[in-house]
């Protein structure tokens, strides 16, 4: 997964040769995790059609202001436009160069343009004397001006059978560009983050365990969350069923406390930022019984020991990392959260209340209230995990 997974993108699409090249860039940017909507002006459609182009982003692609959706009449470029994380137009024409600079909105792809917020990439391709005139030229660094990326033309062999520049940059090196953007821009990029997931089995003998009833979803998606945004994540997980976790993140599975304080201890050294999400088991049982117990004896055998306060021991080793606890709490909520933050030589602690049903073990959403040790109190609504995970990082951020 690249920084571009989950960006959305609009892919605009002008009249050249080159457009036969624009199905592969957008099958490497679905591909890469985005969501693309292309945007075809009308001489684009004679080299590349929009089945091809609508198949391949299961999207309906946008050629005019006219809808053909009975529902609405007219296609919304500002919506379109503000919808965007990223502007691509890949081939650019000299033509549409020209447009842009000069914002003659005759068409769909330039009024999308105009109405855009995002940053905007521009891959021009054209013949290589077009591409020298100064008109050309000018335009170009217009466009730069503006504010706008340029990925400029490459050498080679052209259409018109002549040598020289004016060939769009390869599709791979257009992608490799929008990454390295996006690298640049994420404060995230390359930190070291450990986060563990999950609950804890504590086995009382070889069919019995103490557990909680911890999904993982939020550690998950947290992981999920900063690997997208550029981390180098290594997730430390409890039994978990059927998550998705992204494929470069490197994930240790454990089973129980010890497992995971053993575990937390090897990689711990070597992160930047810990995220203690997991529901590590309180108790465990002091001795293992190697077969099944019979029900007799449970009751009169089972002798109950505290785990390791994992999170508790590794803050005592905090340096300058950055750690943050989860603290799920039934009553005093903030008050024993605000403890938890201290005692356990935290920067920041995620206050998940016991009393919100939309925001239990096991469900989509969540509810939290974020504290730092300045004392800030951060309250948000319920939301998707994915959108929590974000919120969590936004704080992470702002400590580095
Ligand atoms: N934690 C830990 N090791 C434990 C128990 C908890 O590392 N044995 C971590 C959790 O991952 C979480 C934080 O400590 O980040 C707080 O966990 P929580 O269950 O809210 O609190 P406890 O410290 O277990 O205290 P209590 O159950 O009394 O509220």
Redesign the pocket.
């Known amino acids: 997964m690249s920084l571009l997974n989950g960006k959305r993108i609009i892919l605009g699409i002008s009249g050249s040769i080159a457009a036969f090249k624009a199905p592969i860039i957008l099958r490497l940017l679905v591909k890469a995790g985005a969501e693309v909507k292309v945007v075809l002006t009308d001489s684009a459609k004679q080299f590349v059609t929009p089945l091809t182009l609508s198949t391949l982003s299961k999207n309906k692609v946008y050629c005019s202001f006219i809808n053909d959706d009975e529902n609405s009449i007219w296609n919304n470029h500002v919506e379109l436009g503000m919808w965007a994380d990223l502007m691509l137009i890949a081939p650019v024409s000299a033509n549409t160069i020209s447009k842009m600079v000069s914002s003659n909105s005759d068409n769909f792809l330039i009024a999308t343009y105009l109405s855009s917020k995002c940053p905007v990439f521009f891959a021009p391709a054209m013949d290589l004397d077009m591409h020298k005139h100064p008109s050309v030229q000018n335009n170009i660094k217009k466009l730069i001006e503006f504010g706008n990326f340029h990925i400029p033309s490459t050498l080679g062999s052209l259409a018109s059978g002549l040598d020289g520049k004016g060939r769009m940059e390869e599709p791979e090196n257009i992608i490799n560009f929008l990454i390295k953007y996006f690298e640049k821009k994420s404060p995230l990029f390359k930190k070291k983050i450990l986060v563990?997931a999950g609950p804890t089995y504590e086995p009382i003998d070889s069919v019995r365990f103490i557990g909680n009833f911890s999904t993982g979803k939020m550690g998950y998606a947290i992981a999920n969350e900063a690997s997208n945004q550029g981390a180098d994540v290594t997730l430390i997980s409890g039994p978990t069923n059927g998550l998705k976790i992204n494929d470069n993140i490197s994930v240790k599975n454990i089973v129980t406390?010890d497992e995971m304080f053993n575990k937390c201890k090897d990689e711990f050294v070597k992160c930047e930022v810990l995220i203690?999400?997991?529901?590590?088991?309180?108790i465990k049982p002091l001795k293992v019984y190697k077969s099944k117990m019979k029900k007799s004896l449970i009751k009169s055998t089972l002798e109950i020991n505290s785990?390791?306060?994992?999170?508790?021991e590794l803050g005592k080793k905090k340096g300058s990392k950055i750690i943050i606890?989860?603290?799920?709490?039934s009553v005093n909520s903030v008050v024993?959260a605000e403890k938890?933050l201290k005692s356990?030589n935290l920067d920041g602690i995620v206050l998940n209340s016991l009393d919100n049903e939309n925001s239990c073990f096991g469900s989509e959403t969540n509810k939290i209230t974020f504290l730092n040790k300045k004392g800030e109190r951060n309250v948000y609504p319920t939301k998707d995990k994915k959108l929590v995970a974000k919120d969590i990082l936004q704080h992470v951020k702002q400590m580095f």
């Open positions: 563990t406390s203690m999400a997991a529901a590590v088991a309180d785990t390791v306060d994992i999170l508790y606890g989860f603290a799920l709490e024993n938890k356990k």
